[in-house]
């Protein structure tokens, strides 16, 4: 049996706020920290995004024309890297020249808008691909939601905007114990194609890749090459595809260069081509592999890649984190009433501000969920994260003309 593998990887950076006390309201509109976004960024590209690009090139380059991957960057990435490490966006554009590499679709902002404000979401959209065009190149077919938010609605719209595929979390409440090795379509708009990923296999390589109490630690090329041969032989489907889908800043960030990912990715491809039942496809790729009448999966509520339950509660899943939401949204109207340039910069600042990454530190949760909701932020508390957003909030709704 053979088997596809479809390779995606998330790039994202969010505009992180400073200090913003109530004194701060009415008096300072600078509220991003550039001190600390700069030194990320730099420190990100320098761990993960110049060595894996690097890699990655080597691979595409040594492996033609059999080896492929995809991205998806958000514009908020973009901005950070044109500011701070313009030489970063040169390895990107290096990469894609390959013809190898399938650019994704999804919000400019990383945001939440799908879930909140359809206009908003359809604006955002267009945003991230003129970005794209202005720093990398065209989009292709393919299109992610923030953290693979997906649900019917949604589709519904992103079908209307032209794209062909949709990555979505491989969830068993979606799937009802269809395999993740396949590609599906989807019940609420058909001609969109669903592409799982396979959650397990990803958080091998993403989360449990470095800790030595792991059972298959360390993992090497050859042993993970096994496992989905495995999957491969197990497939009742000829031509199956498995998503490997994860945050790039799995590399050399998160999992650190000291243990072995990168050797690890190295090998990887060769590996895997070498058994001869293995095929790289980008997610354009695999849409066009898929059959009109093929299965259908049916998402009537929000499916995501985060926590364990796989849902949208890492960002609404407590009373602040809706307060904030609430208060985010309802500032829309007002800024659309904003006239000439101004509305511009308030509108840049209000779509800083819909990240998901904002209401993400937020989170309550405890035991490993909350112990990865609290790597990520830079607050003592989700408390503290709250306090500091509703903050800026306040201001930039008074710069709206709406009242506190």
């Given at each position: 049996m053979s088997l596809d593998i479809c390779f995606y990887f998330q790039v994202h950076q969010p505009w992180r706020l400073r200090r913003y006390t109530y004194k701060d309201i009415g008096r300072a509109h600078d509220y991003f920290d550039d001190t600390a976004n700069a030194a990320i960024l730099r420190r990100v590209a320098e761990h993960c995004y110049l060595p894996m690009n690097a890699l990655l090139l080597d691979a595409i380059r040594t492996h033609a024309p059999h080896f492929r991957v995809s991205f998806s960057i958000t514009t908020t990435a973009l901005q950070q890297m044109a500011l701070w490490a313009p030489h970063v966006l040169l390895s990107f554009r290096e990469l894609l020249?390959?013809?190898?590499?399938?650019?994704?679709?999804?919000?400019?902002?990383?945001?939440?808008?799908?879930l909140h404000d359809a206009d908003?979401?359809?604006?955002?959209?267009?945003?991230?691909?003129?970005?794209?065009?202005?720093?990398?190149?065209?989009?292709?077919?393919?299109?992610?939601?923030?953290?693979?938010?997906?649900?019917?609605a949604m589709l519904e719209q992103v079908a209307g905007m032209g794209f062909e595929s949709v990555c979505i979390e491989g969830a068993e409440r979606v799937l009802h114990g269809r395999a993740a090795t396949r590609a599906y379509r989807f019940s609420a708009a058909p001609r969109l194609v669903a592409l799982p990923r396979h959650y397990r296999l990803s958080d091998d390589i993403?989360?449990?890749?470095?800790?030595?109490?792991?059972n298959a630690w360390p993992l090497t090329a050859v042993r993970y090459a096994d496992w989905l041969q495995g999957e491969a032989e197990a497939s009742a489907t000829p031509g199956g595809c498995l998503g490997l889908y994860m945050?790039?800043?799995?590399?050399?960030?998160?999992?650190?260069?000291?243990?072995?990912?990168?050797?690890?990715m190295r090998a990887?491809?060769?590996?895997?081509?070498?058994?001869?039942?293995?095929?790289?496809?980008?997610?354009?790729q695999a849409a066009r592999a898929v059959a009109a009448d093929a299965e259908r999966l049916d998402v009537p509520q929000p499916l995501s890649w985060a926590d364990q339950e796989r849902d949208t509660s890492a960002w609404n899943g407590?009373?602040?984190?809706?307060?904030?939401?609430?208060?985010?949204?309802?500032?829309?109207?007002?800024?659309?009433?904003?006239?000439?340039?101004?509305?511009?910069?308030?509108?840049e600042d209000w779509r800083r501000l819909q990240t998901s990454d904002h209401f993400y530190?937020?989170?309550?949760?405890?035991?490993?969920?909350?112990?990865?909701?609290?790597?990520?932020?830079?607050?003592?508390?989700?408390?503290?994260?709250?306090?500091?957003?509703?903050?800026?909030?306040?201001?930039?709704a008074e710069r709206c003309g709406q009242r506190r």
């Amino acid at each position: 049996m053979s088997l596809d593998i479809c390779f995606y990887f998330q790039v994202h950076q969010p505009w992180r706020l400073r200090r913003y006390t109530y004194k701060d309201i009415g008096r300072a509109h600078d509220y991003f920290d550039d001190t600390a976004n700069a030194a990320i960024l730099r420190r990100v590209a320098e761990h993960c995004y110049l060595p894996m690009n690097a890699l990655l090139l080597d691979a595409i380059r040594t492996h033609a024309p059999h080896f492929r991957v995809s991205f998806s960057i958000t514009t908020t990435a973009l901005q950070q890297m044109a500011l701070w490490a313009p030489h970063v966006l040169l390895s990107f554009r290096e990469l894609l020249a390959t013809g190898a590499v399938e650019l994704l679709g999804e919000t400019s902002h990383h945001s939440l808008a799908a879930l909140h404000d359809a206009d908003e979401f359809a604006a955002q959209v267009r945003l991230h691909r003129a970005s794209c065009a202005r720093w990398l190149g065209a989009c292709g077919g393919g299109f992610r939601n923030t953290e693979l938010i997906t649900c019917n609605a949604m589709l519904e719209q992103v079908a209307g905007m032209g794209f062909e595929s949709v990555c979505i979390e491989g969830a068993e409440r979606v799937l009802h114990g269809r395999a993740a090795t396949r590609a599906y379509r989807f019940s609420a708009a058909p001609r969109l194609v669903a592409l799982p990923r396979h959650y397990r296999l990803s958080d091998d390589i993403a989360f449990r890749f470095s800790d030595r109490h792991w059972n298959a630690w360390p993992l090497t090329a050859v042993r993970y090459a096994d496992w989905l041969q495995g999957e491969a032989e197990a497939s009742a489907t000829p031509g199956g595809c498995l998503g490997l889908y994860m945050d790039y800043e799995t590399f050399g960030e998160h999992q650190w260069a000291d243990t072995g990912i990168f050797d690890f990715m190295r090998a990887l491809p060769g590996e895997l081509l070498r058994r001869g039942c293995f095929r790289f496809v980008t997610p354009a790729q695999a849409a066009r592999a898929v059959a009109a009448d093929a299965e259908r999966l049916d998402v009537p509520q929000p499916l995501s890649w985060a926590d364990q339950e796989r849902d949208t509660s890492a960002w609404n899943g407590n009373a602040i984190q809706r307060v904030a939401l609430a208060r985010c949204y309802a500032t829309a109207g007002a800024l659309r009433q904003v006239p000439g340039a101004v509305a511009a910069t308030l509108r840049e600042d209000w779509r800083r501000l819909q990240t998901s990454d904002h209401f993400y530190y937020m989170a309550t949760k405890h035991r490993s969920d909350g112990d990865v909701h609290q790597y990520f932020s830079p607050y003592a508390s989700p408390y503290d994260a709250h306090i500091n957003y509703m903050n800026v909030m306040d201001d930039l709704a008074e710069r709206c003309g709406q009242r506190r």
